[in-house]
């Protein structure tokens, strides 16, 4: 039987409010300041391939340095690693703000600045995550995973309107000194207002180097068979969802709605009202302990339904609908995911293990986003315009024109994902791990 926790600030306590709030002011900054610098840098060069590489620049340096940067957060203050890594993207807002003012901003910065807030998010995240594990209690942590989720999606609808509206009526420069208000704000508020416990997460071998760390937290993860077939899951999924909904989503929209960017914001904001809507049930409720359920079947579900909708429709109302039922799963998913990492992995090598666990899992995205873009204009939407007689069949489920081709890559993904969640849960290691959790739960 389901119940409502309590009181959020009891049950997750005072310094977790604080800094899941600050946190998420300073995401709103930083998500407006993304979104205003993908409109800046599609007006200028006209190139999707522009607003790809620089999630690209962002996610390469990512998932190379966190496979180092584990160890480094398990011997040192996550709260000081927090406010450096805070400092510099804030370093790198205010950079942009005075190439822009000056008249000198070019792409090639951009790039740069992208690159650098990866390697300090590469710190940064493990650094949270840990955090996060030493300030909730343990049967509580799924409800944090779901505020985490509820205020992220929440962000994915507000910050765009928020960075659209602020870009038209005062330009660039007014979304980066917001984005530098908030940097301000959740920094004073974990400066003097949090307190993050220390005592427990801070290996003992603090003299190891970063290369010794590194093989630690990779060591603990091949002992860990079932917890790597989840993070290996995972990446497949973040791969699978790279390709498409990371990459090829607004073109094929607008391809198939003759540039209609109300119809395309319509369904970007229901994805992030999607999340919504399943991180609040993450946090409202307790988590259900059936692991492959959790992550399994909801990925899967996700996958077939969502993207198969999203492929075979050509009208907002069955968008709407897909985008709600790609999207709904997900935080139940991370929530799961994260809980049984807490559950399995000592306190003390937290940092490594869950810096190698970022390198592993979100590696695939920068490969499925280049990739997603590759297949679209090389491959896909010129095989349905041809007509051989499967581009003939896929055209009476997807219709065709342009645009059609994108639509039958997220057919291939509603299959190709969803099968990846089934073997995935059915997998002796996966059902061990989930049996394991189940029993000390």
């Known amino acids: 039987m389901k119940h409502f926790t309590e009181n959020p600030v009891k049950t997750l306590g005072r310094s977790f409010m604080l800094f899941w709030g600050s946190q998420s002011v300073s995401q709103l900054g930083s998500s407006m300041t993304s979104y205003a610098l993908i409109i800046w840098a599609y007006k200028q060069t006209n190139s999707a391939m522009t607003v790809s590489l620089l999630t690209f620049f962002s996610y390469l340096p990512y998932v190379i340095v966190s496979m180092f ?29 005075l190439l822009e003012h000056a008249g000198m901003l070019e792409i090639q910065y951009i790039y740069l600045v ?111 068979k079932g917890l790597l077939s989840v993070i290996i899951c995972l990446a497949l ?23 209609n960017d109300v119809i395309y914001g319509t369904v970007s904001a229901v994805l992030g009202v999607g999340g919504i809507i399943g991180g609040l049930y993450v946090s409202l409720f307790k988590l259900p302990k059936n692991l492959s359920r959790n992550i399994a079947i909801g990925g899967a579900l996700s996958f077939a339904l969502g993207d198969f909708l999203m492929g075979i429709g050509q009208s907002l109302p069955v968008w709407i609908v897909a985008g709600l039922c ?43 986003i280049l990739l997603g873009g590759y297949l679209a204009d090389y491959v896909f939407e010129p095989f349905m315009q041809g007509s051989s007689s499967l581009a003939l069949f896929l055209q009476k489920l997807v219709g065709s024109g ?23 849960g059915n997998t002796a290691s996966f059902k061990q791990l989930a049996k394991q959790y189940e029993e000390r739960s």
């Not at 984005?179 to 949090?194: C, G, H, K, V, W």
């Not at 090598?349 to 592993?360: E, I, K, P």
């Open 402 to 424: 342009a645009g059609s081709g994108m639509a039958v890559m997220f057919l291939c993904t509603a299959v190709l994902g969803s099968l990846t969640c089934i073997i995935s």
């Open 114 to 224: 992208n690159a650098i807030i990866g390697i300090s998010n590469a710190f940064q995240n493990p650094a949270s995550t840990v955090s996060i594990g030493l300030m909730v209690p343990k049967e509580n942590l799924s409800n944090a995973s779901g505020m985490n989720s509820f205020s992220s999606n929440l962000l994915s609808v507000v910050a765009p309107m928020m960075a659209a509206t602020v870009l038209s009526f005062a330009g660039l420069s007014a979304v980066l000194l917001v984005d530098f208000a908030s940097f301000l704000f959740a920094f004073f508020i974990l400066l003097f207002l949090i307190r993050i416990p220390e005592q427990n997460s801070i290996s003992t071998a603090s003299s190891q180097s970063v290369i010794a760390g590194t093989k630690e937290g990779l060591a603990f993860l091949k002992t860990q």
């Open 69 to 97: 940067a584990g160890a480094f957060v398990d011997r040192h203050s996550k709260k000081v690693i927090l406010l450096i890594s805070d400092s510099i993207a804030a370093v790198c807002t205010i950079s942009i703000f």
């Open 237 to 259: 999924m973040n791969f699978f969802s790279a390709i498409t909904y990371e990459n090829i989503l607004g073109p094929m929209i607008l391809s198939r709605t003759g540039g």
């Open 326 to 368: 790609a999207s709904i799963p997900i935080p139940m998913i991370i929530a799961s995911s994260s809980v049984v990492l807490y559950d399995t992995v000592p306190e003390s090598m937290q940092g490594r293990v869950f810096a190698v666990r970022n390198t592993l899992q979100y590696a695939s995205i920068p490969c499925g």
